[in-house]
């Protein structure tokens, strides 16, 4: 590990005007509220809906989870520092900020290629898919994905921790990544981008491209089946393909690229680190009758218990 002489960043944020800070609390607040009741409600809803247990739902209730706490990871610290006018964050704080967002940025990735597999199953194997997807290998899936997740933001920490930093000490950025860490290095960062392109970048690219030709599969698939059961996989893996188009778009702009700058970045980034996040609950409860049957329920079972009082 490098010896540092910077012992804190000033995160120079979205934009230094007082009423455009003020414009980014506001946006940034409801998208973070909007984002903990949608992935909440989810969470609950599944977790309290015995119509709810298959392994898709199993799946979706990670995805919120790691959803709500990826959105957590930026904006509570975003909200703080558009009301602050000093915007300073320590070193460790920096690296506690890239490991966590790296680690459920990563783990919505690997969330999102089980949900893939599990429609792969469901559609293309249907008779054996209680038997391939039961409850024991869906969670040993699920734990080998927090367990990758956590692997990659090691990684993002160990090309953090080896940066030298003897100087320049603004972040122009909202938070902190190796992006625009790496414009602060005294030293030569060519290697370290390669190997963040190569780790962030190709997970991105190579996750994207496998997912996009497993409903491609998928689709292709669907020629074999009724119009009713077509009708609906067709809706459930419309709702899959938006969400990853959706999340992997931007990722892939910004770490599968050499180490450049463009003013269109911190936009970007609000999309997917906010944006998506509030959007993933949206699209899979308004397209899915099933969650929306349940959500109903539940709310029906709280006005009946509130009347009982």
């Known amino acids: 590990m490098q010896l540092n002489n910077v012992t804190e960043f000033i995160l120079l944020g979205l934009t230094?005007?007082?009423?455009?800070?003020?414009?980014?609390?506001?946006?940034?607040l409801?998208?973070?509220?909007?984002?903990?009741?949608?992935?909440?409600l989810i969470i609950t809803t599944i977790k309290t809906s015995q119509a709810l247990g298959s392994p898709m739902y199993f799946f979706l209730f990670h995805l919120s989870l790691s959803d709500t706490c990826f959105s957590t990871s930026i904006a509570p610290r975003t909200l703080v520092d558009s009301l602050s006018k000093k915007t300073t964050i320590s070193f460790s704080e920096c690296i506690?900020?890239?490991?966590?967002?790296?680690?459920?940025?990563?783990?919505?990735?690997?969330?999102l290629i089980?949900?893939?597999?599990?429609?792969?199953?469901?559609?293309?194997?249907?008779?054996?898919?209680?038997?391939?997807?039961?409850?024991?290998?869906?969670?040993?899936?699920v734990a080998v994905a927090w367990v990758g997740s956590c692997v990659h933001s090691l990684v993002q920490i160990f090309l953090a921790l080896r940066l030298p930093f003897c100087g320049p000490n603004e972040i122009d950025h909202y938070f902190c990544d190796l992006e625009p860490l790496l414009k602060l290095a005294c030293a030569d960062t060519y290697v370290t981008n390669?190997?963040?392109?190569?780790?962030?970048?190709?997970?991105?690219?190579?996750?994207?491209?496998?997912?996009?030709?497993?409903?491609?599969?998928?689709?292709?698939?669907?020629?074999?089946?009724?119009?009713?059961g077509r009708r609906k996989a067709l809706s459930?893996?419309?709702?899959?393909?938006?969400?990853?188009?959706l999340f992997f778009g931007p990722?892939?702009?910004?770490?599968?690229?050499?180490?450049?700058?463009?003013?269109?970045?911190?936009?970007?980034?609000?999309?997917?680190?906010?944006?998506?996040?509030?959007?993933?609950?949206l699209i899979y409860t308004l397209r899915n009758a099933e969650v929306k049957n349940a959500?109903?329920?539940?709310?029906?079972?709280?006005?009946?218990?509130?009347?009982?009082r």
């Open 16 to 28: 230094q005007d007082p009423f455009r800070k003020k414009i980014v609390f506001v946006i940034f």
């Open 96 to 111: 506690i900020q890239v490991f966590t967002f790296h680690f459920f940025g990563c783990l919505e990735i690997f969330i």
């Open 30 to 40: 409801l998208f973070y509220l909007g984002t903990l009741l949608g992935n909440l």
């Open 194 to 228: 390669l190997l963040l392109v190569s780790n962030s970048g190709a997970i991105c690219t190579v996750s994207f491209v496998m997912l996009m030709f497993s409903y491609i599969i998928i689709l292709h698939s669907l020629r074999n089946h009724s119009a009713e």
């Open 251 to 281: 990722c892939i702009f910004i770490y599968t690229r050499p180490a450049t700058t463009f003013p269109m970045d911190k936009m970007i980034a609000v999309f997917y680190t906010i944006g998506t996040p509030l959007l993933n609950p």
């Open 236 to 245: 459930t893996c419309i709702s899959h393909i938006i969400v990853v188009i």
């Open 114 to 141: 089980l949900m893939a597999v599990d429609r792969y199953v469901a559609i293309c194997k249907p008779l054996h898919y209680m038997t391939i997807m039961n409850h024991r290998v869906c969670s040993v899936l």
């Open 295 to 308: 959500m109903r329920k539940l709310w029906s079972k709280k006005l009946i218990s509130d009347d009982n």
